[in-house]
């Protein structure tokens, strides 16, 4: 059994919170009951999950995408009331990490994403620490690249293939990081691996021939918070459990 305040702060400076201007709130969002025996982490805090930690007799809720968005209504009401409702009539904690979660070096959710493709990392997309570039061991051409990914995250991706025969140099921001494919043709890489993709990314593809491929919002970032579920258990001598919520985005 751990204390609350403790897994907060320790994630909190772990991740360093404060270097991040970030579009919500990171650390904790809802505040539960102050000793923890079991977290239980996901990809986004919705009513499936909250409810599955609360079969689950959980203490904290750990996920990527929590609330408090910076462009949505404030009030109360709704969708955001019944969750929150659930999460406090369950004292149930949420604890929400958004690009302190993306951007860490070691738990990160583009870190575990190269990993799990076999990219070898040589540095970072942007500015602010989110994506990352590198290489491949062995150069593969676009079909074995979209089956690479297909294998390893459960889900066949949008691919528009408009770069050279075979690929080596590729970046990846996991998520709704479309628009980083500016940062890729910048670098000069052959391809470039994001969650989603708009109409206007299609057009810059083709027009600067990179390949990219859209492997699923949701699918790109399921990582790196079992990462951090796992680090924490492991930390605080309590237990950990991972449920995934289908979503096809």
């Avoid at 400076?13 to 969002?29: A, R, S, T, V």
């Avoid at 809802?30 to 079969?55: F, H, M, N, P, W």
């Avoid at 709704?78 to 070691?106: C, F, Q, T």
């Avoid at 970072?124 to 990352?132: D, K, P």
């Amino acid at each position: 059994m751990a204390e609350l305040n403790a897994i907060v702060e320790y994630a909190n400076e772990l991740l360093k919170i404060n270097q991040f201007k970030d579009y919500c709130p990171n650390g904790l969002q809802v505040e539960g009951r102050a000793q923890v025996k079991k977290i239980i982490s996901g990809v986004t805090a919705c009513q499936a999950l909250i409810d599955a930690a609360t079969q689950e007799q959980a203490d904290v809720l750990l996920v990527h995408h929590g609330y408090f968005w910076r462009s949505e209504d404030a009030s109360i009401t709704g969708i955001k009331l019944r969750r929150i409702k659930a999460l406090l009539d369950n004292s149930l904690s949420l604890l929400a990490y958004h690009l302190p979660l993306d951007a860490h070096v070691e738990l990160g959710n583009n870190v575990s994403l190269a990993a799990r493709l076999g990219f070898q990392t040589e540095g970072v997309l942007t500015s602010e620490l989110i994506g990352n570039y590198g290489s491949l061991a062995q150069p593969l051409d676009a079909d074995g690249l979209a089956s690479r990914i297909s294998t390893a995250l459960g889900r066949e991706p949008l691919v528009i293939p408009a770069g050279p025969e075979k690929i080596q140099r590729i970046g990846w921001c996991t998520g709704a990081a479309q628009n980083y494919i500016d940062q890729a043709i910048r670098l000069e890489l052959d391809a470039y691996i994001s969650g989603e993709i708009s109409e206007q990314t299609v057009h810059q593809a083709r027009e600067a021939g990179i390949h990219y491929f859209a492997a699923g919002h949701h699918a790109t970032e399921r990582y790196g918070v079992q990462s951090l579920g796992e680090h924490l258990a492991q930390h605080f001598d309590v237990s950990h459990q991972f449920i995934d919520i289908d979503n096809p985005v």
